[in-house]
Nanobody, 125 residues
Framework: QVQLVESGGGLAQPGGSLRLSCKASRMILSVFNQYTMGWYRQTPGKQRELVATITFDRATTYGDSAKGRFTISRDNSNKKASLQMNSLEPEDTGVYYC????????????????WGQGTQVTVSS
């Protein structure tokens, strides 16, 4: 069964940076390359929301809060995606989930597909 393993969360100060990584395992490369990878954030009492996604050919989308500060990238040969987060703000605090999907999500919603276990990001001084 395909698994997504996230790493790189933790504590950062406002204005600081963190880099998240997500690696897919137990998935052959030709299938992996059919999927979009993405990061979604969840905070208490709120629905999971889009942070960024990247297709196999590296087309990207960003949630409004991530634009201009976060960069998603993808290493297809290693079945891996990364999220570079700069200029972090306390509002970026939450659990970040890696996702792998082929079908687009419903408008305003999140995709189905495969989810990682989540990694906590806390931005605080």
């Amino acid at each position: 069964q395909v698994q997504l393993v996230e790493s790189g969360g933790g504590l950062a100060q406002p204005g600081g940076s963190l880099r998240l990584s997500c690696k897919a395992s137990r998935m052959i490369l030709s299938v992996f390359n059919q999927y979009t990878m993405g990061w979604y954030r969840q905070t208490p009492g709120k629905q999971r929301e889009l942070v960024a996604t990247i297709t196999f050919d590296r087309a990207t989308t960003y949630g409004d809060s991530a634009k201009g500060r976060f960069t998603i990238s993808r290493d297809n040969s290693n079945k891996k995606a990364s999220l570079q987060m700069n200029s972090l703000e306390p509002e970026d605090t939450g659990v970040y989930y890696c996702n792998l999907h082929r079908d687009p999500p419903p408008p305003g919603g999140v995709p189905q597909g495969i989810w990682g276990q989540g990694t906590q990001v806390t931005v605080s001084s």
